[in-house]
């Protein structure tokens, strides 16, 4: 089945470090991966579409320049959260679409990356 | 915008005992895709339903799309300790590039 690997899966770091998180398709292209954030026992909250070779589309109060996103390949697409704060923390997801045709592709989500900012 | 609603926000079943969650959308569908998020882990693709009035099943779940593609249930018959979790239904409303995520419903079974 598809895999999407998501790197790191834990990160603890000082408040006003940036934090890059990858997501990457193992087996698969992925010309659109999502970016969501999870708060505990809560639903995915979409972030941003990220589409291979273009600018991402980010949700209504989502800033662009907080969480950087860069889809350069085929295969990866990465979360930067720039000078993170403690309300930065969380647990963010990526998932990944096998082709353009979304209108029948499964989303393939990756395990997930647990960020605390100290 | 698009709302997917999904209900109950919990529940708690003992083993052996059935279990539904209903997912209703404002809008029409093109689809709608169940998953399931174990504790601990990450959303993991069940299915997806297509067709008005469509029925799916695998083992113990039976998956239902409404005829009017609005809302769409998962029924657990018999649960087990393994089904524990939150499932999450997903709808895809026609020409839109993303699908919207309701809430889940988590599921917690006694022994």
């Known amino acids: 089945g598809a895999v999407v690997s998501q790197h790191p899966s834990w990160v603890i770091c000082k408040s006003g470090t940036s934090v890059k998180i990858e997501c990457r398709s193992l087996d698969f292209q992925a010309t659109t991966m999502f970016w969501y954030r999870q708060f505990p026992k809560q639903s995915l909250m979409l972030m941003a579409t990220s589409n291979e070779g273009s600018k991402a589309t980010y949700e209504q109060g989502v800033e662009k320049d907080k969480f950087l996103i860069n889809h350069a390949s085929l295969t990866l697409s990465t979360l930067t959260v720039t000078s993170a704060h403690p309300e930065d923390s969380s647990f963010y997801i990526c998932?990944?679409?096998?082709?353009?045709?979304?209108?029948?592709?499964?989303?393939?989500f990756g395990d997930g990356t647990r960020l605390s900012i100290l | 915008g698009q709302q997917v609603m999904q209900i109950p926000q919990y529940q708690h079943v003992q083993e052996g005992e059935d279990f539904t969650t209903y997912c209703n959308s404002s809008t029409t569908l093109s689809n709608i895709q169940w998953y399931k998020q174990r504790p601990g882990g990450h959303p993991v693709f069940l299915i997806q339903l297509v067709k008005s009035g469509e029925v799916k099943k695998q083992k113990r779940l039976t998956f239902q799309f409404g005829e009017a593609k609005k809302n769409s249930s998962l029924h657990i018959t018999a649960t087990q300790t393994t089904d524990v979790g939150t499932y999450f239904c997903?709808?895809?409303?026609?020409?839109?590039?993303?699908?919207?995520f309701g809430d889940g419903t988590t599921l917690t079974v006694k022994p």
């Open positions: 998932s990944a679409r096998d082709t353009a045709d979304y209108s029948n592709q499964p989303q393939h």
């Open positions: 997903a709808g895809l409303r026609t020409n839109a590039g993303k699908s919207t």
